[in-house]
């Protein structure tokens, strides 16, 4: 499987569904967020990326890739950084909707805590 299909199956469907699934409720005002994560995103996982492909701990089979490359790094690497954070931003910024949208259950009276009431009454005191 080429690194473009993995993509596309695992990572651009996802995202896709999400974007169907909860246009009504996306904004640009409640997706601004994403954005700086992603300029976080690049800015923090390029370096490392790069130097581990430099160094040998991982490497891309130059036929599973487009074979444009940004620093050691295929631009599919890259467009997985920034479409991995996106999927995970859609789906948690989905969660935390349908959480914050619960509004909590109002408890009917008989299941409520019965408090009792306690009188004062004065002490006896023993010499």
Do not use: C
Not at 28 to 50: E, K, Q
């Amino acid at each position: 499987m080429t690194y473009a299909r993995f993509l596309g199956i695992f990572v651009v469907l996802p995202i896709l569904f999400l974007l169907v699934r909860y246009r009504r409720t996306l904004s640009w005002r409640g997706l601004a967020p994403m954005g700086l994560l992603l300029v976080v995103v690049y800015a923090a996982t390029s370096p490392w990326d790069n130097m581990a492909v430099k160094w040998g701990l991982w490497g891309f089979d130059p036929e599973r890739i487009w074979g444009v490359k940004l620093g050691y790094l295929p631009l599919e690497e890259y467009l997985f950084f920034g479409l991995q954070t996106l999927l995970v931003g859609l789906w948690a910024r989905a969660r935390l909707e349908r959480v914050l949208a619960k509004k909590p259950r109002a408890v009917p009276q008989e299941s409520r805590p019965v408090r009792a009431e306690r009188t004062l009454e004065p002490r006896e005191v023993s010499p």
